[in-house]
Protein backbone atom coordinates (compact mmCIF):
# COMPACT_ATOMS: atom_id res chain seq x y z
CA UNK A 1 0.00 0.00 0.00
CA UNK A 2 1.22 3.64 -0.83
CA UNK A 3 1.93 6.19 1.21
CA UNK A 4 -1.28 7.37 2.74
CA UNK A 5 -2.02 11.39 2.56
CA UNK A 6 -2.51 12.19 6.33
CA UNK A 7 -5.37 14.81 6.36
CA UNK A 8 -7.58 14.76 3.78
CA UNK A 9 -9.74 17.64 3.41
CA UNK A 10 -13.43 16.34 2.67
CA UNK A 11 -16.55 18.87 1.07
CA UNK A 12 -19.94 18.17 2.17
CA UNK A 13 -22.48 18.68 -1.10
CA UNK A 14 -26.24 17.69 -0.97
CA UNK A 15 -26.14 16.24 -4.41
CA UNK A 16 -23.27 18.05 -6.52
CA UNK A 17 -20.29 15.75 -5.36
CA UNK A 18 -19.27 14.25 -8.84
CA UNK A 19 -19.81 17.80 -10.87
CA UNK A 20 -17.84 19.83 -8.40
CA UNK A 21 -15.04 17.41 -8.84
CA UNK A 22 -14.80 17.27 -12.55
CA UNK A 23 -14.97 21.21 -11.93
CA UNK A 24 -11.92 21.60 -10.26
CA UNK A 25 -10.08 18.94 -11.83
CA UNK A 26 -10.44 20.36 -14.85
CA UNK A 27 -9.02 24.06 -13.17
CA UNK A 28 -6.17 22.78 -11.46
CA UNK A 29 -3.12 20.75 -13.24
CA UNK A 30 -1.83 17.32 -11.88
CA UNK A 31 -5.49 16.68 -11.05
CA UNK A 32 -7.65 13.65 -11.72
CA UNK A 33 -10.78 11.96 -10.48
CA UNK A 34 -9.55 8.84 -8.52
CA UNK A 35 -12.70 6.76 -7.33
CA UNK A 36 -16.31 7.17 -7.79
CA UNK A 37 -18.05 5.47 -4.58
CA UNK A 38 -21.84 4.84 -4.96
CA UNK A 39 -24.67 4.02 -2.14
CA UNK A 40 -26.08 0.73 -1.85
CA UNK A 41 -29.52 -0.54 -0.58
CA UNK A 42 -28.24 -0.85 2.39
CA UNK A 43 -28.60 2.43 4.93
CA UNK A 44 -31.07 3.82 2.96
CA UNK A 45 -33.19 4.06 5.93
CA UNK A 46 -30.38 6.42 7.39
CA UNK A 47 -28.66 7.90 4.22
CA UNK A 48 -32.25 8.45 2.31
CA UNK A 49 -30.16 8.04 -1.31
CA UNK A 50 -31.26 6.04 -3.72
CA UNK A 51 -29.03 2.94 -4.66
CA UNK A 52 -26.34 3.65 -7.21
CA UNK A 53 -26.45 7.32 -6.44
CA UNK A 54 -22.87 8.92 -6.17
CA UNK A 55 -21.83 8.64 -2.36
CA UNK A 56 -18.12 9.87 -2.85
CA UNK A 57 -15.58 10.76 -5.18
CA UNK A 58 -12.03 10.82 -4.47
CA UNK A 59 -9.91 13.20 -6.50
CA UNK A 60 -6.38 15.18 -6.32
CA UNK A 61 -6.02 18.63 -7.23
CA UNK A 62 -2.14 19.62 -8.16
CA UNK A 63 -1.67 16.01 -6.31
CA UNK A 64 -3.11 16.62 -3.08
CA UNK A 65 -5.75 14.42 -1.99
CA UNK A 66 -9.41 15.23 -1.58
CA UNK A 67 -12.82 13.64 -1.34
CA UNK A 68 -16.34 14.90 -2.49
CA UNK A 69 -19.41 13.53 -0.20
CA UNK A 70 -23.37 13.44 -1.92
CA UNK A 71 -24.52 13.63 2.09
CA UNK A 72 -27.64 15.67 1.35
CA UNK A 73 -29.03 19.11 2.47
CA UNK A 74 -28.49 19.76 5.72
CA UNK A 75 -25.24 21.57 5.86
CA UNK A 76 -23.59 24.36 3.66
CA UNK A 77 -20.14 25.80 3.21
CA UNK A 78 -19.26 29.20 5.10
CA UNK A 79 -16.15 31.40 5.05
CA UNK A 80 -15.11 30.04 8.27
CA UNK A 81 -13.07 27.40 6.00
CA UNK A 82 -11.38 28.53 2.89
CA UNK A 83 -8.71 26.84 -0.02
CA UNK A 84 -5.49 29.35 -0.09
CA UNK A 85 -4.69 29.41 -3.75
CA UNK A 86 -0.83 30.18 -3.97
CA UNK A 87 0.61 32.18 -7.13
CA UNK A 88 3.41 33.27 -8.71
CA UNK A 89 2.66 35.64 -11.22
CA UNK A 90 -0.57 37.97 -11.95
CA UNK A 91 -1.52 35.55 -14.90
CA UNK A 92 -1.95 32.78 -11.98
CA UNK A 93 -3.73 35.42 -10.13
CA UNK A 94 -6.45 36.30 -13.06
CA UNK A 95 -6.58 32.28 -14.33
CA UNK A 96 -7.57 30.90 -11.23
CA UNK A 97 -9.62 33.99 -10.08
CA UNK A 98 -11.69 33.81 -13.52
CA UNK A 99 -11.94 29.86 -12.89
CA UNK A 100 -12.97 29.39 -9.61
CA UNK A 101 -15.42 32.69 -9.49
CA UNK A 102 -17.27 31.27 -12.55
CA UNK A 103 -20.65 31.29 -11.55
CA UNK A 104 -20.29 31.91 -7.81
CA UNK A 105 -21.26 34.63 -5.85
CA UNK A 106 -19.45 37.87 -6.46
CA UNK A 107 -20.85 39.72 -3.34
CA UNK A 108 -18.28 37.39 -1.61
CA UNK A 109 -15.34 38.30 -3.38
CA UNK A 110 -12.88 40.98 -1.29
CA UNK A 111 -9.37 40.66 -0.84
CA UNK A 112 -8.60 38.08 -2.74
CA UNK A 113 -11.51 35.63 -1.38
CA UNK A 114 -13.99 34.25 -3.80
CA UNK A 115 -17.14 31.63 -3.22
CA UNK A 116 -17.22 29.49 -6.13
CA UNK A 117 -20.21 28.29 -7.47
CA UNK A 118 -20.99 25.33 -4.88
CA UNK A 119 -20.38 28.08 -2.10
CA UNK A 120 -16.69 26.70 -1.26
CA UNK A 121 -14.34 29.94 -0.36
CA UNK A 122 -11.09 29.87 -2.42
CA UNK A 123 -8.05 33.01 -1.78
CA UNK A 124 -6.16 33.30 -4.55
CA UNK A 125 -2.81 34.97 -3.09
CA UNK A 126 0.03 36.27 -4.93
CA UNK A 127 3.24 34.83 -3.50
CA UNK A 128 4.88 38.52 -3.25
CA UNK A 129 1.84 39.47 -0.50
CA UNK A 130 3.11 38.52 2.96
CA UNK A 131 6.26 39.80 1.81
CA UNK A 132 4.65 43.35 0.98
CA UNK A 133 2.33 43.25 3.89
CA UNK A 134 4.86 42.68 6.55
CA UNK A 135 7.92 45.24 4.97
CA UNK A 136 10.28 46.88 7.68
CA UNK A 137 9.01 49.73 6.68
CA UNK A 138 5.63 50.08 8.84
CA UNK A 139 4.09 53.37 6.38
CA UNK A 140 4.21 50.93 3.12
CA UNK A 141 2.75 48.11 4.79
CA UNK A 142 -0.05 50.17 5.81
CA UNK A 143 -0.51 51.63 2.55
CA UNK A 144 -0.43 48.17 0.77
CA UNK A 145 -2.88 46.97 2.89
CA UNK A 146 -4.64 49.99 2.50
CA UNK A 147 -4.91 49.59 -1.00
CA UNK A 148 -5.52 45.43 -0.82
CA UNK A 149 -8.31 46.02 1.32
CA UNK A 150 -10.17 47.76 -1.55
CA UNK A 151 -9.18 44.92 -4.06
CA UNK A 152 -11.78 42.03 -4.68
CA UNK A 153 -9.13 39.93 -7.11
CA UNK A 154 -5.30 41.33 -5.87
CA UNK A 155 -3.53 42.99 -8.70
CA UNK A 156 0.20 42.54 -7.77
CA UNK A 157 1.33 45.47 -10.17
CA UNK A 158 -1.14 48.07 -8.02
CA UNK A 159 0.36 46.67 -4.60
CA UNK A 160 4.10 47.23 -6.04
CA UNK A 161 3.31 50.98 -7.15
CA UNK A 162 2.21 51.48 -3.60
CA UNK A 163 5.09 49.60 -2.00
CA UNK A 164 7.56 51.97 -4.23
CA UNK A 165 5.93 54.96 -3.74
Known amino acids: MGNIQKITPNFWFDNQAEEAAQFYTSIFDDSEIVKVS ?33 GGPQFKFNEAISFIVHCATQEEVDYYWDKLSEGGDESAQQCGWLKDKFGVSWQIIPDILPELLSSSDRDKSEKVMKEMLQMKKIDINLLKEVDQA
Not at 42 to 66: P, R, Y
Open 38 to 70: RYLNEGQEIHGQSEGAVMTVDFKLNGQKFVALN
